[in-house]
């Protein structure tokens, strides 16, 4: 069933005026004409246009395409840009105007979308201005290589690859160059360059239904940029699969559409269609470079990867490919204040991949702690059995603080917990040092630091660089040593995370655990019995923060009244490790498990 379409706008008749009185509040180098509701033209601040004295560039086209093509004016791209409501071509008064506003004696270089509307509407402007005395050319864009070569005189749709076109001719009217020479680089460039589309949703109109025609697994190879149908709808595939599909089509020698062959150099542009993650977009991205390189032996010179010409709120992505050459690349790179083009993309690639530094002290290589390891002393035996419980105990627990995290936090601290404790027990069979104390925590840690993401994972990873700082300063590690390496580590923890006691975290149970470590062994009792003891103190610890509100971590946007009679998942895994880790140091020293 058709739903309506949820979006943040007012009036859904007022939403491209808006939209402009919006952006040139944001962008002080714009302007709009005073021409609202009919006239909707962004512009160049700083151009007058009997003044100007270099070679206008105006595009333009229905609206819906955003930032395309408002977002696009500025010095070294388009001196104007005329909006036509939502998917409709802006008409002749409205083009009109922004030919009168901008052009100068060096006259006026239109760029349009191959779309019938717009070929109309800009061509009737242009014949009445060039009655009017203004010199005016136009290139028209089509570069969707989805469909069949077009029968009759439709032409290939414009796409994404216009605003590539904008940036060339831009560059060259900035330069000065003249309007005949403006418009055959554009005509050149336009001719270079091949575009395809993928949607994983169909786009919705402002005030309108939200189209229910894709399916929730399908998607949709060549739709258009006004959601008019592509080549053929098929189930969803992985993104790998889909850049494949759609460089073959671009590159297809069947077609012929794009005139570039292995041993070129080319321009590659990943466009957003409307609500595509930025991540999904670089993953495109990351695809598509090393398979122009490797399978079509193409050198990729530029690479522009964000949102530049949408359909609304379509969920999807186009690739543009633009063959390049010395001039193409001068003009991409030229300089340009228009806001929607992408900084920092200029220059040549050097390789993306870059040597890891070498840490100062680093841990300890794996060659390095192979001949390290000794056959384990009693105490190597201890550390090792007490680490083994400790992780099994956290295994164990998984579902439990899974379960109990969802209703506090994100859901995850069991499955974070397990990943760290499965490493840890495949690590400690080959490179963990037992013998030394204060190497096995930092290895530990180095562990931690390799499979355990998130904040818990970081926490974790100081916990045990602040217990290796301490314990390394010892040559003999007593009971006592492990009370301060305790206290430093929560010391650590609390500076870098911010929390301290009654903050619903693991310093729960880790600081009455410190707390009553320090005091038994201080009032003579023997270790184990100090440990058992403070072991005990953990559990309490995080048994208390059922009762506690929350004032770190993701619980403190949690609702108080959630909180209650859930125990902080994180306090009690801590707890859960301190306390087996106790009971095995006692097994193995005592003989018996209480």
Known sequence: MALQGKKLINNPDDVVTEFIEGLVETYPGLQYLDGFPQIKVVLRADVVGGAYDKVAVISGGGSGHEPAHAGF????????????????????????????????TMGCLLIIKNYTGDRLNFGLAAEQAKSEGYKIEMVIVGDDCALPPPRGIAGRRGLAGTILV???????????LSLADVAAEAKHASEAVGTMGVALSV?????????????????????GIHGEPGAAVVELQSVDVVVEHVLKQILSQETQ??????????????????????????????????????????????VYTGTFMTA???????????????????????????????????????????????PPSPSMKD??????????????????????????????????????????????????????????????????????AAGTINEIGATIRKVMGGTSGILYDILCKAAYT?????????????????EASIAAVSKYGGASA?????????????????????????????????????????????????KAGRSSYVAPDHLVSVPDPGAVAAAAWYRAAALSVKKKLHGSES
């Open 203 to 223: 786009c919705t109109l402002p005030g309108q239904v939200t189209s229910d025609r894709l399916g929730p697994t399908q998607i949709e190879l060549g739709l």
């Open 257 to 302: 559409y794009l005139p570039i062959t292995r041993g070129s150099n080319a321009v590659l542009l990943i466009n957003g269609l409307g609500a595509t993650p930025v991540m999904e977009l670089m993953i495109a991205a990351r695809k598509a470079v090393p398979e122009l390189q490797l399978e079509y032996g193409i050198a990729v010179d530029r």
């Open 367 to 436: 060659d390095e702690i192979l001949s390290h390891r000794q056959e384990p002393t009693k105490q190597g035996c201890i550390l090792e059995a007490a680490i083994e419980a400790g992780a099994k105990e956290l295994i164990g627990l998984k579902d439990s603080l899974n379960d109990w995290d969802s209703k506090v936090g994100d859901g995850d601290c069991g499955t974070t917990m397990y990943r760290g404790a499965t490493a840890i027990l495949e690590d400690m069979k080959t490179r963990y040092p037992m013998n030394d």
């Open 502 to 550: 009654g903050y619903r975290t693991m310093l729960d149970a880790l600081i009455p655990a410190s707390t009553v470590l320090k005091q038994s062994l201080q009032a003579g009792d023997d270790p184990v019995t100090a440990f058992i003891a403070s072991s005990e103190a953990a559990s309490a610890g995080a048994e208390s923060t059922k009762q506690m509100q929350a």
């Open 166 to 176: 904008h940036k060339v001719a831009g560059a060259a009217a900035d330069a000065g």
């Open 73 to 104: 004016v500025g010095p070294g791209m388009l001196t104007a840009a005329v909006s036509g409501d939502v998917f409709a071509s802006p008409p002749v008064d409205s083009i009109l105007a922004a030919i009168r506003a901008v052009t100068g």
């Open 312 to 358: 609304l709120d379509m969920a999807g992505i186009s690739i543009t490919i633009m063959r390049s050459d010395e001039s193409i690349l001068q003009r991409l790179d030229a300089p340009t204040k228009a806001p929607s083009w992408p900084v920092g993309s200029e220059g040549k690639r050097p390789p993306a991949k870059f040597p890891v530094p070498v």
């Open 470 to 486: 301490s314990l390394k300063q010892n040559k003999t590690i007593t009971a006592y040593e492990w009370a301060d390496a305790l």
